[in-house]
């Protein structure tokens, strides 16, 4: 790479977690970063889940970009669309400002390019299936899905009829990983401790959650004996558990789940009918697919459309484009046939790594020296933890101890990592202090209903 004649320009794309961390690395390299996003706001992912149970207010779970980079001067942030990256020319294309459709889209060029846009939520080409069953991925997902669940139990509280109200007290998660496995165990929670003393014509401990798993157990990625865990404290909470069972159909009155056939059954008998739920929530927690602007790169791509990189997450070809967090697909470097996963932990040294290369190469080059060889990215595991309810988790303890633990000890261990991650003081203090209150007084302080689609729970005329 040739030394640029003008202070070198840094486009980060994405303020997520890899975004920000590959940003605050580079802070005090002479380079001018530009950070796009195309929300004002950094947010905290692994806690959406409890906003959309309504355990806390969107504003505790995220931050302003800008705020967060505020004492950074060779940072500014800009809330911006990205379109497209055009590598040759070495521009990113932003969308016009909203309000603003006449105008032509917008080229910001740059020396280095970090992209972290991160990934969404796959439907398996059934995108169609979007509506009916909401994913869970922004601060406007979890509101929905909160709507959601508690219109159903007020539509339920209206109804006179049985079916109906059975309709409105049935909920369906789609997809055993650890979004899935929180929701559940969150719904059931709320409805069997939370919810009871405040309705007089239904029992909300009556209400059905039912959590669809395709593979043979629930948060396939931990060991055995911690998913076999994990299914029986969810089962103690009154959570439905389906494993081995597919959705393939959904439809505004609910769900039809394809169940595997049993391994004793004789080959010569016919698969089981497909169970039909009818039920008014449906959430989606299966599958992921990569932001779109992977494809702009023009290089190959894993299946869920990821960009293949580099062991120094440049992309072929293109030494100055990175690409870090959930987008890029790498494997680990001391376990070549595993993949660094899709999780926080990994985009934040993801974007650090970058950070140092980057840095390394620009100093050397504003010495006049020439850039020093690319260290591979090396994935520190520092381990997994999935919350199921009150005193109850599983988790795996990394660092190379491969140290499994559940119950009250993991549940205590993961709030306090969840709360050290969050961004700013105040919300550290306001989540903790909303989750000592929730503990004590078993109530949940987000109960807001923030739409007013309320006819999306009507009931269905088909029995
Ligand atoms: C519900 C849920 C629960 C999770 N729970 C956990 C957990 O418990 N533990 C854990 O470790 N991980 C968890 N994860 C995964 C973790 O959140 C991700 O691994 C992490 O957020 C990846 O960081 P990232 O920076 O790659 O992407 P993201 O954090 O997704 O950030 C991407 C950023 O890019 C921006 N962006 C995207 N496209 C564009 C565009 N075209 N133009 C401009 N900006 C764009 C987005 O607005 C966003 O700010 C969870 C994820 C979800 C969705």
Redesign the pocket.
């Known amino acids: 790479m040739s030394t640029p004649q003008h202070r070198p320009r840094v486009i980060i ?7 920000l961390s590959a940003a605050r690395g580079l802070a005090s390299t002479p380079c001018d970063i530009t950070l ?4 004002n706001h ?2 905290f ?2 806690l ?2 409890q906003v959309a149970t309504a355990a806390l207010s969107p504003a505790q779970i995220a931050a302003p970009i800008r705020r967060i980079l505020r004492s950074q001067r060779n940072a500014t942030v800009l809330l ?3 379109s497209s990256i055009d590598p040759q020319t070495r521009v990113v294309k932003i969308k016009p400002a909203p309000g603003d459709a006449a105008a032509d889209e917008q080229s910001l060029p740059y020396d280095h390019l970090v992209l ?4 969404t939520h796959s439907y398996f080409g059934r995108d169609d299936w979007a509506d009916l069953a909401p994913g ?2 922004s601060v406007e997902d979890a509101t929905a899905i909160r709507a959601k669940f508690l219109i159903a139990f007020e539509a339920a509280e209206r109804a006179t009829d049985p079916y109906e109200r059975r309709y409105h007290l049935t909920f369906i998660v789609v997809g055993g990983g ?2 899935g496995v929180e929701l559940a165990g969150a719904m059931a929670e709320i409805a069997r401790s939370i919810l009871t003393s405040e309705f007089r014509s239904i029992k909300t401990e009556t209400a059905r959650v039912i959590l669809v798993e395709a593979n043979e157990r629930v948060l396939s990625t931990y060991p055995a004996d911690l998913s076999d865990r994990a299914k029986r404290d969810l089962e103690s909470l009154g959570v439905q558990v389906l494993t081995s069972s597919r959705v393939t159909h959904i439809d505004p009155r609910g769900v039809e789940i394809r169940i595997a056939r049993a391994p004793d059954l004789p080959a010569n008998a016919p698969d089981p009918e497909p169970l039909r739920v009818d039920a008014a929530t449906v959430v989606w927690a299966a599958g992921v697919k990569a ?1 779109p ?1 992977a494809a702009s790169l023009g290089v190959p791509l894993d299946k869920a459309g990821r960009v293949l990189v580099n062991a120094d997450l440049s992309i072929p070809n293109h030494p100055e484009i990175f690409v ?4 890029a697909s790498v494997m680990q470097h001391s376990a070549p046939s595993k993949p660094v996963p ?6 934040m040294q993801m974007g650090r790594h970058v950070a140092r290369v980057i840095r390394a190469e620009l100093v050397a080059l504003s010495q006049g020296q020439s850039p020093p060889p690319r260290p591979p990215f090396v994935y520190t595991n520092k381990g997994e ?1 999935a919350t199921i309810g009150r005193n109850k988790a599983v988790g795996v303890l990394g660092f190379g101890l491969n140290f499994p633990f559940a119950g009250f000890f993991a549940w205590l261990f993961w709030a306090l990592v969840h709360v050290t991650y969050l961004i700013g003081f105040r919300n550290r203090l306001l989540v903790m202090f909303d989750w000592v209150w929730s503990y004590v007084f078993f109530s949940r302080g987000a109960r807001l209903i923030t739409t007013d689609q309320h006819d999306r729970a009507a009931p269905p005329q088909a029995r």
């Open positions: 794309i994405g303020g997520g977690f890899a975004g796009l996003d195309r929300r950094h947010l992912q692994p959406l889940y911006a669309d990205v972290a846009a991160g990934v869970l991925k650890p979004t932001s602007l870090a967090g959930d987008l899709g999780v926080a932990p990994a985009a933890l």
